[in-house]
């Protein structure tokens, strides 16, 4: 067996780029980034585990794409412009095949995003991923989740759910035919983050918020933070076709507890309504207005026809007792 | 038994504290950092896995002392002023005992570092720690691996090889007095970062490195990254009691090759030596001279007089075939 090659040697061999944005890359103490002037930096970091975060045997390429995505989602929920990140990385074995195919997905996306990679860590140790990602954004534009105003319209992008439908044919809860899984396991192992939307909602958008433990554990997050309440219209968030020929209590559940969408949640003023869908627009993502933020604390959740929903769609916790 | 925590009570209940230099800390997708004009971000990751940097059971506050620090450690090495740091953490399980042990060490040394924590993660898994620290430095005077300089002198600070003396104790590799071992079991546990020296060098001195991975492991990165040489007087070392009181060629195995030390390995032109000493009195840390920097490539391992010292000491790589 040819000698595994060294820690030093696998970083340069399959992650050191050059990153001309940043002052200094790879291969020092730190990275150095100029600040640029009226930005501010967001900063996000983001852990996936084996058996977790994904399933063990999880394909490299999609892996490292997923990776990225699911940070690149926090950059988009705040407004924020990628701009560099870092990639801590245990490995039980370093294995050169599952290391090109992991970074070529990671750094593919992170082309596509114009975002570089500064720096990292690799060690031996179980299947462990660690990023934290850096973007720029101007003050008073980020889109926090304390800023839902009592009034503004609720917006959702995407279809959700779609990923927790893919989870659910994996782990034989239920059995989508070919055609569906085909287009639907792609949202859960290949999220595509919503950077582009995030941007074209700055100042359009008040609070934002990315779905990654279900769209109304996240939904709580905003409401807690804002100090408001929310009606939802659960029969008017979108579904794919794949989420929509599912009987509607299965389709509910995955719309609105399932994890891993990396859709975007936010809010906005309802005058601001074409905007909105001009923003949705030159971002070339779908959206569609799903409720409304209210004075009164918590949640409100109801039917097409008005009813309310009784059902209970515990958030996703890595912790909870179950 | 009583339920255990959930993840977000977690976090808000060990971790979330004011962020007084933040513009937005903990609590968001992104926290939110100001650019301060004419200062750079120096930005690094670190993560420490269980079995491997630290002791399965290691005692919870030293190791959250020690996470930090040794991410410290490489803002210390670019002369950066800590700033801001995300935490992500894997736990097998929420024990809040292990958890308010863990924080308290791990904020008692930001708190007295000036460093706040903004954001993070946890998810269940095995044990795994992965910071990332923010501090800030002034464009040109962080202390890259890259400047070395033919006629620089190498200094070190404090007594490096004390980790790696405890490290064998604890092995059972050698036996230490309880005297011995009370005085170098907490360079390993709880490694005090050089960050005041590291702003002490700022326009002092020349490149640094912290010893991570071994002294001559971690001079090849610099002199590798600045195109130079090496002359070591390996006796020039300064050796605590304990590691003093050890055979010489033991002695120098854990100098030169032991790893987890964070002392700061640097150089200086050889006229700014009083300028260096002005600095490591400044911060209170002491400083050695033990060799130079010269334009041929390599290393040249010397005893105390000045015969070659021949010894192989290979630098820690969690990689390595061994």
Redesign the interface.
């Known amino acids: 067996m040819p000698?595994?090659?060294?820690?030093?040697e696998?970083i340069a061999r399959y992650f050191r780029r050059p990153a001309p944005h940043a002052?200094?890359g790879i291969?020092?103490?730190?990275?150095?980034?100029?600040?640029?002037?009226g930005?501010?930096?967001?900063?996000?970091?983001?852990?996936l585990?084996?058996?977790?975060?994904f399933l063990a045997g999880a394909e490299p390429r999609q892996l490292g794409h997923k990776a990225l995505a699911v940070n690149l989602s926090?950059?988009a929920?705040?407004g924020?412009q990628p701009r560099?990140f870092?990639?801590?990385?245990?490995l039980p074995t370093?294995d050169p095949q599952w290391l090109q195919a992991f970074s070529s997905g990671m750094l593919a996306l992170a082309d596509a995003s114009g975002i570089e990679l500064?720096?990292?860590?690799?060690?031996?140790?179980?299947l462990?991923l660690?990023l934290?990602v850096?973007?720029l954004?101007p003050?008073e534009l980020?889109l926090?989740?304390?800023a839902a105003r009592a009034g503004d319209a609720l917006w959702v992008s995407g279809t959700p759910g779609d990923a927790r439908l893919a989870l659910g044919h994996l782990r034989g809860e239920w059995q989508l035919s070919p055609a569906q899984a085909q287009v639907v396991l792609p949202r859960l192992h290949a999220p595509q983050p919503r950077v582009g939307l995030g941007l074209a909602l700055r100042g359009v958008a008040h609070a934002?918020?990315?779905i990654s433990d279900g769209l109304l554990g996240d939904l709580g997050h905003v409401l807690r933070?804002s100090g408001v309440g929310a009606v939802v219209d659960a029969d008017s968030i979108p579904a794919s076709p794949a989420l929509a020929a599912v009987a509607t209590a299965r389709r509910r559940a995955c719309q609105l507890a399932g994890g891993d969408d990396y859709e975007l949640l936010f809010t906005a003023p309802a005058h601001r309504h074409a905007k909105i869908l001009q923003a949705a627009e030159r971002a070339r993502v779908p959206v569609a207005r799903i409720g409304s933020i209210v004075a009164e604390p918590g949640l409100q959740l109801r039917d097409s026809a008005g009813r309310s929903i009784a059902e209970h769609y515990p958030s996703f916790?890595?912790?909870?007792?179950s």
Chains 1, 2 share one sequence.
């Open positions: 000698t595994p090659p060294g820690e030093f696998l002052v200094l291969g020092d103490d730190c990275a150095l980034l100029a600040c640029e002037p930005l501010q930096w967001a900063v996000s970091t983001d852990m585990v084996e058996g977790r975060h926090d950059l929920a705040m924020a560099a870092t990639l801590a990385l245990a370093a500064v720096g990292g860590d690799t060690t031996r140790g179980p462990n660690c934290t850096l973007g954004v003050p980020a926090r989740r304390d934002a918020i990315d933070a916790d890595h912790f909870a007792a």
